[in-house]
T-cell receptor, first 113, second 114 residues
Framework: AQSVTQLDSHVSVSEGTPVLLRCNYS??????LFWYVQHPNKGLQLLLK??????LVKGINGFEAEFKKSETSFHLTKPSAHMSDAAEYFC???????????FGQGTRLTINP | DAGITQSPRHKVTETGTPVTLRCHQT?????MYWYRQDPGHGLRLIHY???????DKGEVSDGYSVSRSKTEDFLLTLESATSSQTSVYFC?????????????FGPGTRLTVT
């Protein structure tokens, strides 16, 4: 069975500084991994996905994530935070060929001016 | 944005009453899903559908039923609403380009059971 653990429930950074949101996963086979973002009172939007093609995945709005099999991690990063990045971020895992997604608990990102 | 609408967007209902939430897509995706979102739990899958009249249970299906009589519509029914079903409900779709795991989400329905 697959599972996801987001290591921080809340991360706060200053505008212009790097962002790191941490995610560890567990899967009995090669997973697909995703990051979704949810702005206040909105639905979820796909930021990026990993499906075994390349370990460094680039997404929208300057975000990227690196798949590290040895560490079972899929951390999300951005070099320079912007005020518009303030949102809730979800790390998600799906098994190969499976349609069902398993969500982490979410990390709320706050950007300080 | 994927063409997904949910109705109603907000609803307040009393304990014991039936409630039906509707998800409508214009994208002809094969798979449709219902999730609930609660603080500290992320999103949890209630039910999903892999075709017309084909549905299956998710992680938190107790107290919910679903129906899909047309490709574009997926209904979620709470037969007798309880306060524990107060939540935000999201519909999602996937499967158009062969990658069933990449899901697109609707705007959500906020349900309050008093």
């Amino acid at each position: 069975a697959q599972s996801v653990t987001q290591l921080d429930s809340h991360v706060s950074v200053s505008e212009g500084t790097p962002v790191l949101l941490r995610c560890n996963y567990s899967s009995s086979y090669s997973p697909s991994l995703f990051w979704y973002v949810q702005h206040p009172n909105k639905g979820l939007q796909l930021l990026l996905k990993y499906t075994s093609a390349a370990t460094l995945v680039k997404g929208i709005n300057g975000f990227e994530a690196e798949f590290k099999k040895s560490e079972t991690s899929f951390h999300l990063t951005k070099p320079s935070a912007h005020m518009s990045d303030a949102a809730e971020y979800f790390c998600v895992v799906s098994g190969k060929g499976a349609q069902k997604l398993v969500f982490g608990q979410g990390t709320r990102l706050t950007i300080n001016p | 944005d994927a063409g997904i609408t949910q109705s109603p967007r907000h609803k307040v209902t009393e304990t014991g009453t039936p409630v039906t939430l509707r998800c409508h897509q214009t994208e002809n995706h094969r798979y449709m899903y219902w999730y609930r979102q609660d603080p500290g739990h992320g999103l949890r899958l209630i039910h999903y559908s892999y075709g017309v009249k084909d549905t299956d249970k998710g992680e938190v299906s107790d107290g919910y039923s679903v129906s899909r009589s047309k490709t574009e519509d997926f209904l979620l029914t709470l037969e007798s609403a309880t306060s524990s079903q107060t939540s935000v409900y999201f519909c999602a779709i996937s499967g158009l380009a062969g990658d069933a795991s990449e899901q697109y989400f609707g705007p959500g329905t906020r349900l309050t059971v008093t």
